[in-house]
Each structure stands twice: as structure tokens, then as C-alpha cells.
């Protein structure tokens, strides 16, 4: 893409309503602009972004053997009487009346609506486990939203929801996703801790929240440092294995945010811990039968019996992961997106635009990047070195190759953004090494 015909509208001041650097960055760096207070739209390099997280939350989900469907965003108002939580969810639901007096909701979740589907659909014992997920805009009328995408009114979740026959079944299913979340969150450059959690208004006896550490995270935490060690993509386990030993190591290594601390309950000495801030970017949780039960999803059992079936949900905030990735890789100069969710992978910047000369090469530079298929933003504009530059590291590409004196030479830059690292080298080992990775 070219940035100068690129949709791009960056601002050199810092936004005032913004007070966390996550939400600073995204408005600064163009990702996406408030329509209403808590609502958002995304802008080209936002939306490259989102898009990218989504398509790891999916690959992860499919691979655990969750399958994708897609539920509407409004809602019949009976599911949720049935299930008695239309009184229970106040304020934060987005109700809505449609022409015939029906009233209807703007989805917060969809453990009614899939329950629902679920129970005119299956009506045997064959027919579970299943495990269905979605990835769709939700809305909850949040009192105070704030921190941009973080705590926005309407936000894209990943929802999943598990079926079972029995309490050992379930159990299995949320410890897949368990290991489906590490390691989805590891794929995005992130180290995700999963701590006991309370259930809130989902409700449900086993849950936990999957946390991210970043210094400006909205709870603290306090973890075991072995934590640091772990690596889920290394885990030698498959989704079909027994996962009771895996699930054992990842429960038993002490975390806990700080309204479930408990001092001297993690078997080292407190002063040990690690303690530091974190963001939640998903949450499971274990309900059994409290939405099966009222909404009546029952199955026939191998003797005939009719067994109601044992559900768990699962959420990631797709959404909020964008300003929770920003919070956990930033520096002053702007954005470090990890390469997996990095909306390009280079920006090629020409410095002497308006040198034809210069110009053919960085063109070329373009054209063999893009041939190769590497997603490149090129800085072809008519601006100062310095706008470029700063423009670069403000929306935070791991890799700048820079065309500058050198040109002429066969000679560019190679930068890379994390390490801050420059390198003259040739064009052609500048290519290869971006290539390459
Ligand atoms: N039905 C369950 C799991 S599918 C559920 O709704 N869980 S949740 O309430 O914990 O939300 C799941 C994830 O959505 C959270 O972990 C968080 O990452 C994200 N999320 C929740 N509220 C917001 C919000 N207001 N803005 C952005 N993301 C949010």
C-alpha cells in the first residue's frame, strides 16, 4: 500500500480524552476514531490489525476442535426471560423495541441464544460433545466506558459454548480450551497467565481469566516467577491426549489477581512473587446445567433417559486485544506490534521522493516485496525524513527498510523496530532478510 494514498489520518498531539497510551496510540496512529462514547469505528490499519487477532482466535478454536457459526447481535427478549437473567443483567443491557412492540436486545453474550439453537437441534447422546464459537460485535451499556477498545460498550468478542453429556466431559472440554487460549495468546507475542476468576453473571463454579502482564494493566496481579519459563507452544500435547497433567502444571504455578490473593497460599515465600499489573483478555468458565436446566437442553441417553447437558463458555476480547497488545509493546517513539498482529510487516520509506532516480529504485523495492508476498506500506510521500521516521515508528511495522544517501549505491537501511537496530546493508540482503522471516 502507498501511503500516500493510503487512509491514514495520524495526529502529531496526543488526544486529551485519552488516558492510557493504548488509546493515545490507536487515536494517534490513525487504528480508529469515537463515534459515540464507548463505540468505535476502525480505520484501514486498525482494521488490517483486528482482523489479524481474529484470524488467530479462529485458526486456534478450529484447530481445538471448536466450530465457527455466526449468531445475529440482536436478540428475542424471551431467551432471556426463560433463563431469568433479562431482569438479573440491569442497566448494562441494550434494550430495544422493534415496530410490533417486540422487545428485543443488543447480545452482552449468547448463552441463551445458543442454548437455544442447541436444543431444537441435537437430540441424542451421539450428537455432543460439540463445542460451537462465533466472533461478533456485543454490546453492554457500560457505565463508565473507557481506555478506548479496552472497556468499550460495543466490542467484538470471540464466544465459544460447549455442550456435554457428563461433568467429566465438560471438563475436558474447557481444559481444551484452556490450552487452546495459551496457545492462541502465545501466538500473538503475548504471555497470557490464567488465574482464578468470580463468574460474574455468567455464573458457574470453575473459571479463569487469562491476563496479560502490562505495567498499565487495570489489576494487579502477583504470580510465581516460574511463570516467565513457560511456553505453551512448546507443550508436547495434543488436543485428543490426556490433558489432566498438562491442565495440572498450568493450574498449579501460583497466580492470582489481587482481589484473590491469598497471602502465604503459593508455596514460596510472598516476597518471591512477581507482582506486577495485567490486562484480561479472556475468560472461561464452567456452569453445568444453569442455562440447559430452564431453556430445557435435554438429550436421550444410551438408556433412554433424558440427560441435561453440562455447558461451559468461553470469551476472548478480540477487540480489546488490539489496545492490550499496545499496552504490553509500546515505547516512547509509538507501537511495536508483535509480527503475527502487525497490520504490515515493513514500511519501506523513500526518503528522496522527489529524485526520480531514487524514486525508480524504492519502486522496485515495493514491487519485489510485494511480489514476494510481504505486506509492505510504503512511505512514497513528499515529507521531511523526520515526519517519515517518525511517522514509521509511531504506527509501529517491525521492520523499516529506509532508502536514503545509500540509494544510488544499491545500499539501504534495514531498522528494526523492537530492538531499535539499524544496519546498512544491499538492497538485496535487505530483501532476503525480510523475506526470509
Ligand atoms: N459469555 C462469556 C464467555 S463467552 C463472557 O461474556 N465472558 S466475559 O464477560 O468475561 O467477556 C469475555 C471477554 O470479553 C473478556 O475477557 C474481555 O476480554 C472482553 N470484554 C468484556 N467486556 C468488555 C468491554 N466492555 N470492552 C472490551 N472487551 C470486553
Known amino acids: 500500500m502507498r501511503l500516500s494514498q493510503y487512509f491514514l489520518p495520524t495526529l502529531k498531539e496526543n488526544p486529551t480524552e485519552a488516558q492510557i497510551v493504548s488509546h493515545r496510540l490507536m487515536l494517534r496512529a490513525g487504528l480508529v476514531r469515537q463515534t459515540s462514547a464507548g463505540i468505535y469505528a476502525w480505520l484501514p490499519m486498525g482494521y488490517r490489525v483486528l482482523r489479524k487477532i481474529e484470524q488467530i ?18 436478540q428475542p427478549a424471551e431467551l ?23 422487545e428485543m436486545l443488543y447480545g452482552p453474550t449468547n448463552e441463551e441464544m445458543i442454548t437455544d439453537i442447541f ?6 447422546y451421539r450428537d455432543v460433545p460439540k463445542n460451537l464459537y462465533h466472533i461478533q460485535w456485543k454490546f ?12 468499550g460498550r460495543e466490542f467484538l468478542m470471540k464466544d465459544a459454548y460447549s455442550f456435554d453429556l457428563t461433568k467429566e466431559g465438560a471438563r475436558i472440554s474447557y481444559q481444551k ?22 463468574t460474574g453473571p455468567i455464573g458457574g463454579d470453575m473459571s479463569h481469566e487469562f491476563i496479560i502482564l502490562a505495567e498499565t494493566g487495570e489489576s494487579g496481579v502477583f504470580c510465581h516467577p516460574d511463570w516467565i519459563k513457560t511456553d505453551p507452544l512448546k507443550e508436547p500435547v495434543g488436543y485428543n491426549d490426556d490433558l489432566n497433567p498438562f491442565f495440572e502444571k498450568y493450574t498449579s504455578l501460583y497466580a492470582a489477581t489481587d482481589e484473590k490473593h491469598k497471602p502465604g497460599a503459593a508455596g514460596i515465600p510472598d516476597s518471591e512473587l512477581l507482582q506486577a499489573r495485567g490486562i484480561e483478555v479472556g475468560h472461561i468458565f464452567y456452569f453445568g446445567t444453569k442455562y440447559s436446566q430452564p431453556l430445557g437442553a435435554k438429550v436421550t441417553g444410551p438408556n433412554g433417559d433424558l440427560i441435561t447437558l453440562e455447558m461451559g463458555s468461553y470469551g476472548i476480547g478480540v477487540s480489546r486485544l488490539v489496545g492490550a497488545i499496545i499496552e504490553a509493546c509500546h515505547d516512547e517513539a509509538g507501537i511495536i506490534w508483535p509480527e503475527a498482529v502487525a497490520p504490515y510487516k515493513v ?3 523513500n526518503l528522496k521522493a522527489n529524485d526520480a532516480a531514487a524514486t525508480k529504485i524504492c519502486d522496485e523495492i515495493y514491487t519485489m516485496l510485494q511480489q514476494a508476498g510481504v505486506e509492505v506500506l510504503y512511505d512514497d510521500r513528499d515529507e521531511r525524513a523526520g515526519t517519515k521516521f517518525a511517522d514509521c515508528d509511531l504506527v509501529g511495522l517491525p521492520w523499516q527498510i529506509i ?7 544499491g545500499m539501504v537501511e534495514l531498522k528494526n523496530r523492537k530492538s531499535g537496530e539499524r544496519t546498512e546493508i544491499s538492497i538485496e540482503d535487505a530483501l532476503n532478510k525480510v523475506i526470509g522471516k
Open 57 to 74: 482466535v479462529r485458526e486456534g478454536q478450529d484447530e481445538a476442535g471448536a466450530q465457527e457459526v455466526l449468531m445475529p447481535t440482536i
Open 80 to 102: 432471556w426471560q426463560q433463563s431469568g437473567r433479562y431482569e438479573v443483567y440491569g442497566k448494562e443491557m441494550l434494550r430495544i423495541k422493534d415496530r410490533h412492540e417486540r
Open 119 to 124: 436444543r431444537t437441534s441435537v437430540k441424542t
Open 140 to 151: 453492554r451499556d457500560e457505565v463508565r466506558p473507557r481506555f478506548g477498545v479496552m472497556r
Open 177 to 198: 480450551m484452556f490450552l487452546s487460549y495459551l496457545r492462541i495468546f502465545a501466538r500473538m507475542g503475548l504471555q497470557a497467565i490464567p488465574m482464578q476468576a468470580d
Open 347 to 349: 514500511g519501506l520509506l
Open 403 to 409: 532508502g536514503g544517501r545509500g540509494l544510488d549505491k
